[in-house]
């Protein structure tokens, strides 16, 4: 790690006088020479972000300095972010949204920026927005949902824009913030390998007696200006007609160069120069994007695929805004079986199975008694998204009889789990 105070104490005044010289009066192109950016071009690789890795092993994504350019400049466009704006960066700078964001917009659309390195410490980050008057947050739903128990309304007044993403907003988070801040929670939804942002719901607009819908609940809004998106059928890649789920496609100029030292896995991740998503999802008749699941959570029970988002769905009206999570683990007799982890200690696993089996849930929908776990936290990335690896090797070490190495009935099954399942 190299800090940029270190650096700084260890230059001299000569060298910082030569420095700021060169600055000033050396023509660019003779800087650009000098430092070995006379090669450089749009498409030189610019950065390297590795991948959350919440579903498998993290990739380095490539990416160019057009490709970040492009999806700043968009982003610019659907918010119209001026030298007035102040952007509050809470996301870590490892993240492509927090790096795309909270770093290179505001100094290229020359607004400020205010940083706060734990985007879990709600009271400190609803002072920041207050004091610097902060007018765009970009949070994740669980962070919100935390500002909207612990932040005043006046802490967040001045904010024009608050961009979700990350995870699925549901309903009830919405609407607890709309109440705490008078302010609407704007989906959007993104990934690494597009420099991130893909899609996001804005502010109606009004002009008069004319209007456009520009945020629709329960989507992730438009795509970006320059960005195309396609629906098609998982398995031959035909196009597919509105409202119709399907595999997500998407390309732009903020496409990636590729993994880094992966040719072989860059080439499976396109197709035709679409990226392949992995989200399941639909565009609807007025083009908004809805995402409905990813490939990966999916379960082949029986033969038939399960979602687990739909699965987690049901648990979530049962249990309220808890965390919980739903994954696939091995079964001798159907190849895959559904395992489920939440956090709830007023509910116990039995009174779960029990509300979830009176649901409309299909029954091959339904977990097994046995393989409902209560724990005291879900395992946790960096970024704040759930470690859906994690889960599922703490699903399947409970599930064997095992919890931190003990068996189930000394770890208290049933009851939160031991410290050591937490992050």
């Not at 790690?1 to 910082?16: H, K, P, Q, Y």
């Not at 903020?254 to 999802?281: C, F, K, S, V």
Request: charged share 20%.
């Amino acid at each position: 790690m190299v800090f940029l105070e270190d650096i700084v104490n260890e230059t001299g005044s000569f060298a910082r006088l030569r420095a700021l010289s060169i600055a000033r009066l050396a023509p660019a192109r003779l800087v650009a020479s000098w430092y070995g950016g006379g090669n450089q071009t749009p498409d030189s690789l610019a950065t390297v972000i590795f991948s959350s890795g919440s579903t498998g092993t993290p990739k380095g994504v490539m990416l160019s300095h057009y490709n970040i350019v492009s999806n700043i400049d968009a982003v610019s466009q659907v918010f119209r972010i001026g030298p007035r704006d102040r952007i509050i960066g809470v996301l870590p700078f490892f993240h492509s949204f927090g790096f795309t964001v909270t770093i290179w917009l505001p100094l290229l659309a020359g607004c400020g920026v205010a940083y706060h390195p734990n985007p879990t410490d709600a009271r400190a980050i609803g002072e920041l927005v207050s004091k610097y008057e902060g007018t765009f947050l970009l949070s994740t739903p669980t962070f919100c949902a935390s500002y909207a128990r612990k932040c005043s309304r006046q802490d967040f007044e001045t904010l024009r824009f608050v961009v979700v993403g990350a995870e699925k907003l549901r309903g009830s988070v919405a609407k607890a913030f709309a109440e705490a801040f008078g302010r609407e929670l704007l989906e959007g939804y993104g990934t690494t390998e597009m420099s991130p942002i893909v899609a996001v719901n804005v502010p109606d607009f009004h002009a008069g007696k004319d209007t456009q819908t520009g945020n629709k609940p329960g989507t992730v809004g438009h795509p970006l200006p320059g960005v195309a998106v396609r629906v098609v059928n998982p398995a031959t890649f035909e196009t597919l007609p509105p409202n119709r789920e399907g595999l997500l496609l998407v390309k732009g100029p903020n496409r990636m160069l590729g993994y880094l030292g992966q040719p072989e896995r860059t080439r499976e991740a396109l197709h035709n120069g679409w990226y392949i998503t992995g989200d399941i999802g639909a565009i609807d008749d007025e083009g908004f994007i809805r995402i409905t699941d990813r490939l990966s959570r999916f379960s082949k029970i029986g033969g038939e695929m399960v979602p687990h988002l739909k699965v987690e769905e049901a648990i979530y009206r049962i249990i309220g805004d808890s965390p919980c999570c739903v994954t696939g683990i091995p079964d001798e007799q159907k190849g895959e079986r559904l395992a489920v982890l939440y956090v709830r200690p007023d509910v116990a696993p039995g009174d779960l199975w029990r509300r979830l089996s009176e649901t409309d849930l299909p029954r091959l929908w339904l977990p097994k008694r046995e393989s409902i776990f209560q724990v005291a936290a879900l395992p946790a990335l960096g970024t704040g998204k759930v470690d859906l690896r994690r889960v599922r090797m703490t699903a399947q070490e409970l599930a064997q009889g095992e919890v931190c190495g003990q068996p189930r009935s000394q770890a208290g099954l049933g009851q939160p789990l031991a410290p050591c399942l937490a992050v």
